[in-house]
Every structure is written in C-alpha cells, then in structure tokens.
C-alpha cells in the first residue's frame, strides 16, 4: 500500500553508462516531479508532469529525459552517466487541487540513492 | 531568482528543550510556504501555511508565516529523540506547481 514507490532504492554504475529509475504513485494524483538531492540536502526540483504532459524543466541537462506513460508513472532515464549525477533522486506527486486539497502538498517517494564511479 | 533560506543550518539540543527553526524566503508569485520533516528517506509533509499570522499546530509542532517580513518559524516544543532530522521549508509558487526548496536546518536531539 505504498503511495510513491521508487525502484531502485540503490543505483552503482560506471561513468558513461545508461540508467533509468521509475516510479509509480497511487495516490490518484495529476501530477507527478524529479527532484535531485546533493550532498549537501538541497532539494532541487528537474521535472513536473501534469497528466503525462511536461510542465516544468528546470535547465537540466538533455542527458536526463523523464518520459511519463500515464500520470501514475513518471520515469527518468539517464544517458552517459557523469561523477557529478551522484545524488539522491526523490520523485513525488501532488493532490489535484480544489476538492481534493491544494497542489503544493507534494508528497515524496524514498528516493533512489545513485553512486557514479 | 527564487530564493529559500533556512536557519541555524544545524542545531544540537537536550530532550525537553524548545527550538526555533527559521525560514526566509523570496519567491516570485509566492503562494504558500510548506515545511517538512526528513529523517532517513523521503521528506514528510508537516504544515502548508497561505496566510500571515494564523498558527498552525500539530501535537508539539507549530508554525507561523509573516508575508509582509517574508518568513517562517516552525517551533518544537519538549523535543524528543525522535525529532532528530533535517527539516525542510519550500515556498511554492502560485500556478506553478513548483517548490523551492531551503538547505534544511539538521536538528539533533540528544538523551
């Protein structure tokens, strides 16, 4: 009964590889975010997909391409893999708004721990 | 650009202690500003709070917002070991579906 599931929790891989991470929410949200967490916690969002439809990109680089089957899925698939992609990824997702509470009440996955060498 | 700042960025207290953490912000089209508590994984959802100077308050925690000095407290009263974690503020941003995360403010409790 997990409401934002992420797989792999745990993601080793060479430099130059090519990864993807998934996640699926049944939460019956519209909404669905990547966010990369550095080091240092900071949380910053990628993606936001409203209904399979990409709403926000947030000047990351083409290497990184979510791709949004239906709106319970959002997926994120990395190409060549760099030392600096090291982080920890968070999907969430948000309620629909209006009846169903406001949009800004994200909620987040566990996170998929990436370790680039 | 939009800003979130938290602060202290760390702070170690006694169990029974009341802490203050703080959050200053400067969001373009601001909307709301969310706190939320993160231990080992994923961020919990705590407040979400729209309107200046209405206290918002679940058990020990509480939270206020002041839009006119653009900031927010959250407030820990009687901590307790397990509110050792690294607890988040966002603002998010009217029509945009989008938070802006601070760097966390990492609280320790200690026995």
């Known amino acids: 009964d997990t409401a934002v599931s992420q797989t792999p929790k745990y993601l080793v891989t060479q430099m130059g590889n090519d990864k993807s991470i998934k996640c699926e929410q049944n939460l019956g949200h519209d909404t669905m975010y990547w966010y990369k967490q550095d080091s240092k916690k900071f949380l910053k969002i990628m993606f936001s997909?409203?209904?399979?439809?990409?709403?926000i990109n947030e000047t990351v680089p083409n290497r990184f391409s979510p791709k949004s089957p239906d709106k319970a899925h959002l997926n994120l698939h990395i190409n060549s893999l760099e030392l600096g992609d090291s982080a920890v990824y968070f999907c969430?997702?948000?309620?629909?708004?209006?009846?169903?509470?406001?949009?800004?009440?994200?909620?987040f996955g566990p996170g998929t721990r990436l370790l680039v060498l | 650009e939009d800003k979130v700042v938290q602060s202290p960025l760390s702070l170690v207290v006694h169990e029974g202690d009341t802490v203050t953490l703080n959050c200053s912000y400067e969001?373009?089209?601001?909307?709301?500003l969310l706190w939320y508590k993160q231990e080992k994984k994923a961020p919990t959802f705590l407040f979400m709070l729209t309107s200046s100077g209405i206290e918002k308050k679940s058990g020990r925690l509480s939270s206020i917002l002041d839009k006119k000095e653009l900031f927010s407290i959250l407030n820990i009263t009687a901590t307790q070991t397990g509110d050792s974690a690294v607890y988040l503020c966002a603002g998010g941003i009217q029509g945009a579906q989008k938070l802006v995360f601070g760097q966390g403010t990492r609280l320790t409790i200690n026995p």
């Open positions: 969001v373009t089209n601001f909307r709301s």
């Open positions: 969430a997702s948000s309620h629909p708004g209006l009846a169903g509470g406001p949009r800004e009440t994200q909620y």
């Open positions: 997909y409203n209904n399979k439809e990409l709403i």
